[in-house]
């Protein structure tokens, strides 16, 4: 029963404890540590343990693309296998549309997985024995759908990426985008609400990727599934994500909106990712604007959605603070043109 | 001794290996020095013995007895499957059966694989062996299926249940190294004499590489399709037998590949209890009655057959085309038409006589090259044995004789040899190499006693030594516990002879084979010789290998030496060029800019970097020396393989299981401190 108040997925306290006996060491750590994550997790470590993930809470919203990024070794991989329950988790809730998935039978598991989850992998995980056809009609083969059944979904789907005349075709004749497309494929054969993407795009050469970013993000619009992406890449994190959570060492460091994360990282390790990133192409005139009336006589039409690069190449000549438009037309509020400039300054500290 | 670790005092502390030397030279001299005193130091006295083996026989007696009645029960099921592939295979007319294989080669492997199935199954036939072959052939049809079905069961479960993999694979490891012929003995109690007997072994045998290969291939199945099969939702049957298992197909065939080439091995071996009428049992008949030519013969259908079946079997493992099923129709059709036909005149396959002059012919030839090459041909022999092969089994000391050396070998000889070995010993620590002189120095020391009477703390500290240098106390321990086991069960004896001669093979195989591998390597014509070769004695039945040595050089234990060789050095020489050849080529690339020679880059770079693998080719040669030591006990040699083909001919399980436990145990240790020194130099490079 979702409504529309229930997270799709909602973490609380997860904790991924890799080690034999991690379950009664984790409690142990909590109670020593009077439930602090970080001292927890040091103990944790001292003994021998990893700690994979630590104390993750987040919440991935009806809709929402939710992209976790992280350094490879930051328990990105590991945090969504705990979701989608590939790992068992070792302590905290998962609620999947609000049912807790820690710990629940191999038999709500697989209901679950037929019916609910999509996932596309890194190195595709596509079968080497099956056409692209039987790849993606897989996932039904499995609930018992009929062959004719199945091949026709598969169809929809093959067509929804891009892949028609290739169904016969074997994985091992696919290029990388093309196998990629078959992933996608497959994970959405069963129109799945929740979509799991771990890396899918790292493993092909940057012309194909962004080529499938574009095509994802198309996908995405139409579908509007509630995603959770792992990438370690923070153009493409920026680039797709409706909000962005950064992992380092285990630990969820910081949750934000793209801006927020390239304005306000809320640390050097977060702010050392976003050094590189083109800041003018990222955020929004909205993030800079102030609300006060002192206006100069020029209007060159900013508006809230515009990024600052745009911004500032229609005020390059002007001094004084000019209007902001919102949507409709509407003046909202100032931006002052040394404002814009200072934004993009890189940080040097 | 004093002045040895004086002499480089500068350099403080001794390395474990020569410490571990040190220790082994000095238990050997006094061993050595107090061997008029007390014998019991040199030679474990008889009455220390424990009756070991007869223990073992009669607890397995006890035990076999207990389990009889349902291994006959087994054994019984077992004949109906057997008669029935034996009536098939015996009564189908020979062209139909030719072009089943025929047209089964072309369904594999195209027009190559049709034409190998045509020609071998011709060559049967002309050889009036067919009787027998479809005999041989019946068991491993019937043998095969038991083996794959028991090792793929046998595999899943390890992957399946991961407690019980480690467990599986310590007994995999063990009916490796247990030689062929030991587990015929129980299983002559248990089922009787008969064919049965030798398919039950060749199933046993069989199955463990078919688990092994079932195992790896489904380890080895990338971790993301595992992934992908669970998130699609299916049950861990659907996932198992819908993903995994087709995922790891290429390895799994690589398994039935083995699986078959094992099963025809162990039927041929199996003849020794038979006087059943297959191929094996002709081949060791006409070997007995010393008919050559015609054992020649039936040895090249067992090659015939070996061929065949790897070579289509290993197309299995590759990825295949798909060849136009129209042609096996054809192929059969034409077959049937063809036997319809001239179904009067068709030859009786057992009376076809065309290749008989060839015997013949293979026998007078030999007849004549034996003549004509005898002197030379007993030269080689003699002076192997006497001059190489003696003194390495009874010593300098014994083996030195007027009648063969022209002098006799007197005390102060061995005090000469022995103060040359000091001296340099002495020279070399000078140098800076004292484990290598010292290493030197126990060699000569045994080159004088002979690894037949080698003093058993001497043997025992010296194992010791070498397991701790190669992995610590816990080798040590181990390989110290195993052969006290030996010691004193009363094999000490025979597995010391097992040892010379296995030792002395695996030494000539290193030596020959590491250079051929290295010539191989460096330059690539040879390669293309030797390749075919490697491949063919590879595929030979152990078996096989008795046959030419035989026919020249007559029963011996010069003969089985170079049976031993001739199936032993295959994995030395193909490790060895294997590792040479896949220097990373950044490496060489960098050699050969910084201006190094090609004989600098093949000892700077090339030799350091491929230790490991020809280490574990070491290894793999050592294994391969111990399995054929069994099969030459046939043609004569003294030891442990001895007393396992005796315990067979006289079913006595205790001597039987006991040797081959010994020689396993041999195999075992020599296997762990070659894989422990090959980690030690992987760990070195950062592999």
């Given at each position: 029963?979702?409504?529309?108040?229930?997270?799709?997925?909602?973490?609380?306290?997860?904790?991924?404890?890799?080690?034999?006996?991690?379950?009664?060491?984790?409690?142990?750590?909590?109670?020593?540590?009077?439930n602090d994550a970080d001292k927890a997790a040091t103990d944790l470590r001292e003994h021998g343990f990893i700690p994979a993930v630590q104390d993750a809470n987040f919440e991935v919203r009806e809709g929402e693309l939710f992209v976790i990024m992280g350094l490879s070794g930051s328990g990105k991989s590991t945090l969504i296998r705990c979701i989608s329950q590939l790992l068992p988790g070792t302590g905290g809730e998962i609620r999947v549309d609000g049912e807790n998935v820690i710990g629940a039978s191999k038999k709500v598991l697989t209901d679950l997985r037929r019916k609910k989850l999509g996932m596309v992998f890194q190195h595709f995980g596509l079968f080497p024995h099956m056409t692209v056809a039987e790849n993606v009609a897989y996932p039904l083969?499995?609930?018992?759908?009929?062959?004719?059944?199945?091949?026709?979904?598969?169809?929809?789907?093959?067509?929804?990426?891009?892949?028609?005349?290739?169904?016969?075709?074997?994985?091992?004749?696919?290029?990388?985008?093309?196998?990629?497309?078959?992933?996608?494929?497959?994970?959405?054969?069963?129109?799945?609400?929740?979509?799991?993407?771990?890396?899918?795009?790292?493993?092909?050469?940057?012309?194909?990727?962004?080529?499938?970013?574009?095509?994802?993000?198309?996908?995405?619009?139409?579908?509007?599934?509630?995603?959770?992406?792992?990438?370690?890449?923070?153009?493409?994190?920026?680039?797709?994500?409706?909000?962005?959570?950064?992992?380092?060492?285990?630990?969820?460091?910081?949750?934000?909106?793209?801006?927020?994360?390239?304005?306000?990282?809320?640390?050097?390790?977060?702010?050392?990712?976003?050094?590189?990133?083109?800041?003018?192409?990222?955020?929004?005139?909205?993030?800079?604007?102030?609300?006060?009336?002192?206006?100069?006589?020029?209007?060159?039409?900013?508006?809230?959605?515009?990024?600052?690069?745009?911004?500032?190449?229609?005020?390059?000549?002007?001094?004084?603070?000019?209007?902001?438009?919102?949507?409709?037309?509407?003046?909202?509020?100032?931006?002052?043109?040394?404002?814009?400039?200072?934004?993009?300054?890189?940080?040097?500290? | 001794?004093?002045?040895?670790?004086?002499?480089?005092?500068?350099?403080?502390?001794?390395?474990?290996?020569?410490?571990?030397?040190?220790?082994?030279?000095?238990?050997?001299?006094?061993?050595?020095?107090?061997?008029?005193?007390?014998?019991?130091?040199?030679?474990?006295?008889?009455?220390?013995?424990?009756?070991?083996?007869?223990?073992?026989?009669?607890?397995?007696?006890?035990?076999?007895?207990?389990?009889?009645?349902?291994?006959?029960?087994?054994?019984?099921?077992?004949?109906?499957?057997?008669?029935?592939?034996?009536?098939?295979?015996?009564?189908?007319?020979?062209?139909?059966?030719?072009?089943?294989?025929?047209?089964?080669?072309?369904?594999?492997?195209?027009?190559?694989?049709?034409?190998?199935?045509?020609?071998?199954?011709?060559?049967?036939?002309?050889?009036?062996?067919?009787?027998?072959?479809?005999?041989?052939?019946?068991?491993?049809?019937?043998?095969?299926?038991?083996?794959?079905?028991?090792?793929?069961?046998?595999?899943?479960?390890?992957?399946?249940?991961?407690?019980?993999?480690?467990?599986?694979?310590?007994?995999?490891?063990?009916?490796?190294?247990?030689?062929?012929?030991?587990?015929?003995?129980?299983?002559?109690?248990?089922?009787?004499?008969?064919?049965?007997?030798?398919?039950?072994?060749?199933?046993?045998?069989?199955?463990?590489?078919?688990?092994?290969?079932?195992?790896?291939?489904?380890?080895?199945?990338?971790?993301?399709?595992?992934?992908?099969?669970?998130?699609?939702?299916?049950?861990?049957?659907?996932?198992?037998?819908?993903?995994?298992?087709?995922?790891?197909?290429?390895?799994?065939?690589?398994?039935?590949?083995?699986?078959?080439?094992?099963?025809?091995?162990?039927?041929?071996?199996?003849?020794?209890?038979?006087?059943?009428?297959?191929?094996?049992?002709?081949?060791?008949?006409?070997?007995?009655?010393?008919?050559?030519?015609?054992?020649?013969?039936?040895?090249?259908?067992?090659?015939?057959?070996?061929?065949?079946?790897?070579?289509?079997?290993?197309?299995?493992?590759?990825?295949?085309?798909?060849?136009?099923?129209?042609?096996?129709?054809?192929?059969?059709?034409?077959?049937?038409?063809?036997?319809?036909?001239?179904?009067?005149?068709?030859?009786?396959?057992?009376?076809?006589?065309?290749?008989?002059?060839?015997?013949?012919?293979?026998?007078?030839?030999?007849?004549?090259?034996?003549?004509?090459?005898?002197?030379?041909?007993?030269?080689?022999?003699?002076?192997?044995?006497?001059?190489?092969?003696?003194?390495?089994?009874?010593?300098?000391?014994?083996?030195?004789?007027?009648?063969?050396?022209?002098?006799?070998?007197?005390?102060?000889?061995?005090?000469?040899?022995?103060?040359?070995?000091?001296?340099?010993?002495?020279?070399?620590?000078?140098?800076?190499?004292?484990?290598?002189?010292?290493?030197?120095?126990?060699?000569?020391?045994?080159?004088?006693?002979?690894?037949?009477?080698?003093?058993?703390?001497?043997?025992?500290?010296?194992?010791?030594?070498?397991?701790?240098?190669?992995?610590?106390?816990?080798?040590?321990?181990?390989?110290?516990?195993?052969?006290?086991?030996?010691?004193?069960?009363?094999?000490?004896?025979?597995?010391?002879?097992?040892?010379?001669?296995?030792?002395?093979?695996?030494?000539?195989?290193?030596?020959?084979?590491?250079?051929?591998?290295?010539?191989?390597?460096?330059?690539?014509?040879?390669?293309?010789?030797?390749?075919?070769?490697?491949?063919?004695?590879?595929?030979?039945?152990?078996?096989?290998?008795?046959?030419?040595?035989?026919?020249?050089?007559?029963?011996?234990?010069?003969?089985?030496?170079?049976?031993?060789?001739?199936?032993?050095?295959?994995?030395?020489?193909?490790?060895?060029?294997?590792?040479?050849?896949?220097?990373?080529?950044?490496?060489?690339?960098?050699?050969?800019?910084?201006?190094?020679?090609?004989?600098?880059?093949?000892?700077?770079?090339?030799?350091?970097?491929?230790?490991?693998?020809?280490?574990?080719?070491?290894?793999?040669?050592?294994?391969?020396?111990?399995?054929?030591?069994?099969?030459?006990?046939?043609?004569?040699?003294?030891?442990?393989?001895?007393?396992?083909?005796?315990?067979?001919?006289?079913?006595?399980?205790?001597?039987?299981?006991?040797?081959?436990?010994?020689?396993?145990?041999?195999?075992?240790?020599?296997?762990?401190?070659?894989?422990?020194?090959?980690?030690?130099?992987?760990?070195?490079?950062?592999?």
């Amino acid at each position: 029963m979702t409504d529309a108040n229930t997270p799709a997925i909602a973490c609380q306290n997860l904790w991924q404890v890799f080690g034999p006996g991690a379950e009664k060491a984790l409690t142990d750590a909590l109670s020593r540590s009077g439930n602090d994550a970080d001292k927890a997790a040091t103990d944790l470590r001292e003994h021998g343990f990893i700690p994979a993930v630590q104390d993750a809470n987040f919440e991935v919203r009806e809709g929402e693309l939710f992209v976790i990024m992280g350094l490879s070794g930051s328990g990105k991989s590991t945090l969504i296998r705990c979701i989608s329950q590939l790992l068992p988790g070792t302590g905290g809730e998962i609620r999947v549309d609000g049912e807790n998935v820690i710990g629940a039978s191999k038999k709500v598991l697989t209901d679950l997985r037929r019916k609910k989850l999509g996932m596309v992998f890194q190195h595709f995980g596509l079968f080497p024995h099956m056409t692209v056809a039987e790849n993606v009609a897989y996932p039904l083969r499995v609930q018992g759908v009929s062959k004719k059944e199945r091949l026709a979904r598969a169809q929809e789907v093959i067509s929804l990426v891009g892949l028609e005349g290739r169904e016969d075709s074997f994985p091992r004749q696919l290029s990388g985008g093309q196998r990629q497309r078959v992933g996608i494929a497959r994970s959405l054969a069963v129109n799945p609400d929740i979509w799991f993407l771990d890396e899918p795009f790292s493993a092909l050469d940057p012309l194909i990727r962004r080529q499938l970013q574009d095509e994802f993000l198309r996908i995405q619009a139409t579908l509007k599934k509630s995603i959770v992406f792992i990438t370690h890449d923070i153009q493409e994190a920026l680039k797709l994500a409706d909000r962005i959570a950064i992992m380092r060492d285990g630990k969820i460091v910081q949750i934000g909106t793209p801006t927020d994360i390239v304005l306000r990282p809320v640390d050097d390790y977060v702010r050392e990712f976003s050094k590189d990133v083109a800041k003018g192409q990222h955020a929004k005139v909205a993030s800079v604007m102030r609300d006060d009336g002192e206006r100069g006589p020029d209007d060159p039409g900013l508006t809230t959605s515009m990024t600052l690069d745009a911004a500032l190449a229609h005020c390059m000549e002007l001094y004084e603070p000019v209007p902001v438009r919102d949507a409709d037309g509407n003046i909202v509020g100032t931006v002052h043109p040394s404002d814009l400039a200072a934004a993009l300054q890189v940080d040097e500290t | 001794m004093t002045a040895v670790t004086d002499t480089p005092a500068q350099q403080v502390r001794l390395t474990a290996g020569a410490q571990a030397a040190l220790i082994t030279v000095i238990v050997g001299a006094v061993c050595l020095a107090l061997e008029g005193v007390a014998p019991w130091l040199v030679k474990w006295p008889a009455a220390w013995e424990l009756p070991a083996t007869q223990w073992v026989g009669a607890f397995l007696d006890w035990f076999l007895n207990g389990i009889k009645p349902a291994m006959r029960l087994f054994s019984d099921l077992m004949t109906y499957p057997m008669n029935a592939a034996n009536y098939v295979l015996g009564n189908t007319p020979w062209p139909i059966l030719i072009s089943i294989v025929t047209a089964l080669g072309w369904y594999l492997g195209g027009l190559p694989m049709a034409a190998l199935g045509f020609i071998g199954l011709s060559f049967v036939l002309a050889s009036g062996y067919w009787a027998e072959s479809m005999n041989t052939l019946a068991l491993v049809a019937v043998s095969v299926p038991v083996a794959l079905i028991m090792g793929g069961a046998i595999g899943i479960l390890a992957n399946e249940v991961p407690r019980v993999k480690s467990f599986v694979q310590a007994v995999l490891d063990i009916m490796q190294t247990v030689p062929t012929f030991a587990y015929l003995t129980p299983l002559l109690l248990l089922f009787g004499f008969g064919p049965v007997v030798g398919l039950i072994a060749s199933a046993i045998y069989a199955a463990p590489p078919m688990a092994r290969n079932v195992m790896l291939g489904l380890e080895r199945v990338e971790s993301e399709i595992k992934e992908a099969a669970i998130m699609s939702g299916g049950t861990r049957l659907q996932q198992l037998f819908q993903v995994e298992i087709p995922a790891a197909t290429t390895q799994i065939m690589v398994g039935v590949n083995q699986c078959l080439m094992a099963a025809l091995s162990m039927v041929i071996i199996a003849a020794v209890i038979g006087g059943f009428n297959d191929i094996g049992w002709e081949v060791l008949l006409t070997m007995r009655k010393a008919q050559f030519g015609e054992s020649l013969m039936a040895g090249l259908v067992i090659v015939v057959f070996a061929v065949v079946i790897d070579r289509m079997s290993g197309t299995l493992a590759t990825e295949r085309k798909r060849y136009d099923s129209r042609v096996v129709w054809a192929m059969l059709g034409f077959a049937v038409l063809f036997t319809a036909a001239f179904w009067a005149w068709l030859p009786n396959p057992s009376e076809l006589t065309v290749l008989d002059p060839m015997a013949g012919a293979i026998d007078s030839g030999l007849t004549a090259f034996t003549q004509a090459n005898g002197p030379w041909l007993d030269a080689l022999k003699n002076n192997s044995l006497f001059y190489v092969l003696l003194p390495l089994r009874i010593g300098l000391d014994q083996a030195v004789l007027p009648f063969t050396w022209g002098f006799q070998w007197t005390p102060s000889m061995s005090w000469g040899l022995f103060a040359v070995g000091a001296a340099i010993a002495l020279l070399m620590a000078w140098r800076g190499h004292l484990t290598g002189g010292l290493v030197v120095l126990i060699l000569i020391g045994m080159l004088e006693t002979g690894i037949g009477n080698l003093p058993w703390p001497f043997v025992l500290t010296g194992a010791a030594a070498l397991g701790w240098v190669a992995g610590g106390w816990r080798l040590a321990a181990l390989s110290v516990g195993l052969l006290c086991t030996i010691l004193v069960s009363g094999l000490w004896e025979r597995a010391l002879l097992s040892l010379y001669l296995s030792g002395a093979a695996v030494f000539f195989c290193a030596v020959l084979g590491g250079l051929i591998g290295l010539a191989s390597a460096v330059w690539s014509p040879v390669w293309t010789v030797v390749r075919p070769i490697c491949d063919m004695l590879q595929t030979i039945p152990l078996f096989v290998f008795l046959i030419p040595v035989l026919m020249v050089f007559q029963i011996g234990e010069f003969s089985a030496f170079l049976a031993i060789c001739a199936y032993a050095i295959v994995p030395m020489i193909r490790y060895t060029r294997h590792g040479l050849v896949n220097t990373p080529e950044e490496m060489m690339e960098a050699a050969i800019s910084s201006g190094a020679t090609e004989w600098q880059i093949m000892r700077d770079v090339r030799a350091p970097y491929a230790a490991p693998t020809i280490l574990l080719g070491l290894n793999q040669t050592i294994l391969y020396a111990f399995a054929m030591l069994v099969i030459a006990a046939l043609i004569g040699t003294t030891g442990l393989g001895q007393s396992i083909y005796l315990a067979l001919g006289q079913a006595d399980v205790g001597l039987g299981i006991s040797a081959g436990a010994a020689m396993a145990i041999l195999a075992l240790i020599a296997d762990r401190m070659v894989q422990g020194f090959a980690e030690e130099r992987r760990k070195a490079l950062g592999l």
